[in-house]
């Protein structure tokens, strides 16, 4: 009997445990359930919510909208600013102005800086014709007050002025020597002949490349430089070198042995440098020696193509305003024979099929050829040149810290400026 009651005293707790087992098994599908509800609900709601954002009304389509808005109110902002810049700047380039009156000054040249040595000889042994020059080879140079002054741009602060013509004074420079100190030389007297010590924030120097790619329209670095060992054109041939090229010279490689201390200037130039690392560099190595000027280098140096010229025939297509060429070239029109070249400061490198030549940049202005170029002083397989070039001298004033301000003058013969510390 205790047995039987035993049995179904185990029987029941049996029972009861099994039911307590299925209840948890039910509780745990219920929750499994919930949480697939929930994550299709949550997939469902993000489906949604990515199509709200990404349809053509969404947020990222509106967000996107208003940085391109914003973008193009940028650039339209940078566009009108530009253009009101070139309509004020237009307004005074090319105009005359008074006012500016460099201090006197006199700046010498010793024939061992210039490489014409102690002669005012050529390298084919005549005299150069050069009124500054001196049978030693000594260059003098002096303020010329008779120069009148035109406005190059002006952006409310910054003046820039440029001699109406260039100097009457000319410099010679030659070889090598030339070639190393020329960029330094040309502007230094610039500086010390047309600078100014009464009149505070001016800067002078003589009209660069820089200041010429700035106001034109024509990408000289796609120009195909194409010349043979003569210097005939040969456009279209194996032997055309196109700007920024390299090439080596096996048999005709001499150099200055002092470059062999700097391999960027002396092998790769690529006439980009600015007047102040032109100036550290002249500073750096100054005077080349001449007992030896040039000796074999090293055969695989490579030379790079940095030489860009262009005859400006059609100013309106090739400048971004044709007054610039009005002021480049002042001389056009007065015919043949009346050659006026200037130096223009930069230097350069020009690759031919067996040699290369090193030089400095040129303006050349005389009747309907108007050049950008420049003038080889000596070359790879110790070619020697020499060259004499007038100046450019260009003035750049801030008038805040000048303390003169621009007065415009109406006049019979037209509009001109003066500059006023009244």
Known sequence: MKCNKIQEKDKINLQLLNKKKVQKLKEKGITLIAL??????????????????????????KAREAAEKYKKAQEDEAKLISEIGKEMNSEYVGAYVEGYEPTEGTYIIEGNISGLGESNLDSKGNEINNENLNQSGVQTFTTENEIKWRIWDYDGTTLRIISEKPTKAQLTLKGATGYNNGVYLINEICRKCYGSTTMNGVSV???????????????????????????????????AVKFGETKTYEPNFKFPKVWQKDREWSY??????SDKECLLWEKEYGILDEEEPFEMGDKDTKFKESYWVHNFL???????????YNLIFPEKGIGVGNNVVSWLTGRSVRLYAINCWFGIGVVNDWGGYSLVGNDCLFGSDGYVANYTRHLRPVVSINLDKSGYSLKKIETDEGIKYELSNK
Do not use: C, P
């Open 36 to 61: 697939v509800v929930t994550i299709i609900i949550l997939l469902i709601l993000a489906g949604v919510t990515l199509n709200m954002a990404m349809s053509g009304d969404g947020l990222f389509s």
């Open 205 to 239: 120097s003589n009209l660069k490349r820089s200041d010429i790619q700035d106001v034109i329209t024509y990408d000289y670095t796609k120009f195909n430089q194409a010349y043979d060992s003569w210097g005939e054109v040969t456009e279209g041939t194996e032997k």
């Open 268 to 273: 790769e130039l690529n006439g980009s440098k």
């Open 314 to 324: 059609h100013k309106e297509y090739e400048f971004k305003d044709e007054l610039y």
